[in-house]
């Protein structure tokens, strides 16, 4: 699985924007591996619609944040893409929280990933004929057919 994320923040009051796409690779397609939730993953703040926070308002008044949810592709989608707002903060406090989700979502995905993996391919092929018994029974019935099939009758 490949994660990549770009935050921008434009200058002034303005929030910051996440930007991300996962894309799962071509194996782990092919093992149908399920989807993994991260309920808790990325702080959401209060008004998340709006683009800007000015002081003293939502999370620059210390209102309590939510959250937003990350979620791994679908094997049979194969990526998956979003846009979040982030909470208003300085540049200089660093963006750790936001890695640190996509982190733990990877980690929870190649717990998954192993556990698909480790249930192995199977194949098998088996077939049954008549018992030895059935065939004793009927075989007189049966070349006695073929004998007069033969002859005309």
Not at 50 to 66: I, Q
Not at 99 to 124: G, M
Request: aromatic content about 10%.
């Amino acid at each position: 699985m490949k994660i990549e994320w770009k935050i921008e923040k434009r200058r002034g009051n303005h929030r910051p924007v996440l930007k991300y796409a996962i894309a799962l690779e071509p194996f782990e397609v092919d093992l149908a591996v399920p989807q993994v939730v991260l309920e808790e993953a990325i702080a959401r703040p209060p008004s998340a619609w709006r683009s800007f926070c000015y002081p003293g308002e939502d999370e620059r008044a210390g209102v309590l944040l939510d959250w937003y949810r990350l979620v791994t592709p679908s094997h049979k989608k194969g990526t998956e893409s979003g846009e979040l707002t982030l909470a208003w903060r300085n540049p200089e406090s660093g963006f750790d929280d936001v890695k640190e989700a996509f982190v733990r979502l990877r980690y929870a995905f190649e717990q998954t990933l192993t556990n698909a993996h480790d249930s192995a391919p199977l194949e098998i092929v088996e077939n049954l004929e008549l018992s030895e018994s059935t065939r004793k029974h009927i075989a007189a019935g049966v070349a006695s057919a073929r004998f007069l099939a033969a002859v005309g009758f």
